[in-house]
């Protein structure tokens, strides 16, 4: 479903995609590389959301979020099995690397198992990779244990000998010098400081020099040399030893290296899922009906301002529509009109995403598109056109869609002339219903759906004198007054009727001067009539 940055915003897109984001790093590479589901996708896409619904009733929400947390932890091993498939030595810190995800495919498992997952779904362990890896995993850590190859024994035991050897020729040496400058036991530098030992004597020689003190070491002779280039000798053997026994393990591991890869994308597939089903676990959803001509969908929330209000401790009114094609939809200010587009265009967001739309019963398109038009500001690109040209401009650019679209249009042509206003929308409003797309108009112009011949709906609004004409103390306390008087239901309107916007008792109610709402109502009550249905 494609979409602008704008409409992204407005429609809740946005909003969404950040809902979703997966817990680890192989979730995240999975949702990048899925594409939205589209038309011809509507199987698959209501297998998905059947799958999700099934999951969410199915598991512990508690355990979700156990699950979730394990697959945040679980390294990911890419580069690696890259690395040992291409015949590369491994390090201990990639062996590392290798038996933590062994251990977190092991934790998620069991904690899906916990959750109630059950056999279907359960996300795939590598028990012969952890078998593989163990000898070195005592500790927490990884060592490269003399389990692995017994080659490591003699090679180690030489290295120690020798290491020994030098040590023991280098304490005699510092033994044979005078006790007041012998080093400390074990140690092959020493510091001393210049006021103690104005010269150095002989046994000893300077490693680095300081204004107030000098790093001593003990002087080797030919034997002890001789001693040294052994244990380096040892050293080098021990280190070609290991380096056999590491690639080695590395040609293991790349046997496994299909099921790491394999694992790596169905933790993928299970943290974007498991994304979804915390989230319909929240807000709810439905299996809906996908494709055909119609747009239909009962007690649906528009999640980002339902979580917005919840979060203020304010309600929220889930709201119902079926929409066969274009229709017009009008209301009073504030009466939910922007919301309702809104809803239309998340409920899509939704099933391209493969979640569950948050609604009791939906029946939905797959859209190529969506599209919205109307109460923004101007683009960048149009920051030197007014507001109904920015407006103009992304009309134009919606026209161009091939159905299946969604076009939302809100309150198109509200800062020009009411009378050419009117006419651009009613002529909108007609090509949309021809082309075929669906759409749904909010506006507050009069005799649109009429003049336009398509359905119209109206905001149920509020009842007569719902608000107090006196100012509410706050902000907050007029959303509350408003919450509670504003009925946000969306119905069939009784033919094209007036709908009263209820500006004047708004105003009043969000702290206009009460002299500005008294005299505005004077005028209003004279200017009622024919000629005053243009537009409110």
Request: hydrophobic share 50%; aromatic share 6%; net charge negative.
């Amino acid at each position: 479903m494609k979409c602008d940055a704008l409409t992204a915003e407005r429609i809740g897109a946005a909003w969404l995609h950040g809902a979703l984001a997966p817990a680890g790093d192989f979730g995240r590479r999975a949702q990048d590389a899925a594409p939205p589901f589209g038309p011809g996708d509507e199987a698959v896409a209501r297998r998905r959301c059947a799958q999700i619904v099934d999951l969410a009733a199915r598991l512990d929400p508690d355990g979700v979020a156990h699950v979730r947390s394990m697959v945040r932890r679980a390294p990911d091993p890419t580069d690696i099995v890259s690395r040992a498939t291409a015949g590369d030595p491994l390090s201990d810190v990639d062996f590392f690397e290798l038996g933590r995800l062994a251990d977190a495919l092991e934790a998620t498992a069991a904690a899906w198992d916990a959750a109630g997952g059950g056999a279907a779904g359960r996300p795939p362990t590598i028990a012969p990779l952890a078998g593989v890896l163990a000898p070195g995993r005592a500790g927490g850590a990884f060592y490269l244990a003399d389990a692995f190859d017994p080659a490591l024994i003699p090679a180690r035991a030489a290295y120690a000998a020798a290491d020994a050897e030098v040590a023991g020729a280098r304490r005699q040496l510092a033994e044979s010098l005078d006790p007041a400058f012998q080093p400390p036991a074990g140690a092959e530098e020493f510091i001393v400081m210049r006021d103690l030992m104005p010269t150095v004597p002989a046994g000893l020689r300077v490693v680095r020099e300081a204004p107030g003190y000098r790093l001593l070491t003990v002087e080797l002779d030919a034997d002890a040399l001789a001693a040294v280039d052994r244990r380096e000798a040892a050293l080098a053997q021990l280190g070609r030893t290991e380096d056999l026994v590491r690639r080695a393990l590395a040609q293991e591991v790349a046997r496994y290296g299909p099921a790491v890869l394999a694992a790596g994308r169905a933790l993928g597939e299970l943290d974007c899922t498991l994304a979804r089903v915390a989230f319909t676990q929240r807000w709810g959803g439905c299996v809906p009906e996908l494709g055909g001509r119609r747009f239909a969908f009962s007690a649906a929330s528009f999640v980002p301002l339902r979580a917005a209000l919840s979060d203020a401790g304010l309600p929220y009114t889930p709201i119902s529509l079926d929409l066969g094609g274009a229709a017009v939809l009008t209301g009073p200010n504030m009466g939910g009109k922007s919301a309702a587009l809104a809803t239309c265009g998340f409920l899509s967001a939704c099933v391209a995403a493969g979640l569950p739309p948050p609604a009791q019963r939906a029946a939905l398109p797959l859209f190529a598109s969506v599209a919205w038009v109307g109460g923004e500001p101007p683009l960048p690109r149009e920051r030197l056109l007014s507001a109904f040209g920015a407006e103009v401009v992304r009309t134009r650019d919606a026209l161009s869609a091939s159905p299946p679209a969604l076009v939302l249009v809100d309150e198109f042509a509200r800062t020009t002339g009411p009378h050419e206003g009117r006419a651009l929308l009613v002529a909108l409003v007609e090509t949309l219903a021809a082309r075929g797309v669906f759409a749904l108009v909010a506006t507050h112009f009069e005799g649109v759906a009429r003049a336009a011949r398509v359905p119209h709906y109206s905001i149920a609004g509020l009842g007569p004198r719902a608000l107090d004409a006196h100012a509410a103390p706050d902000v907050h306390a007029a959303l509350d007054a408003l919450a509670k008087a504003m009925d946000y239901r969306i119905v069939a309107a009784d033919g094209d009727a007036r709908s009263p916007s209820d500006a004047l008792a708004l105003a009043g109610l969000l702290g206009l001067d009460a002299a500005v709402v008294e005299r505005a109502g004077v005028l209003f009550d004279a200017a009622a009539g024919p000629a005053a249905s243009v537009t409110e």
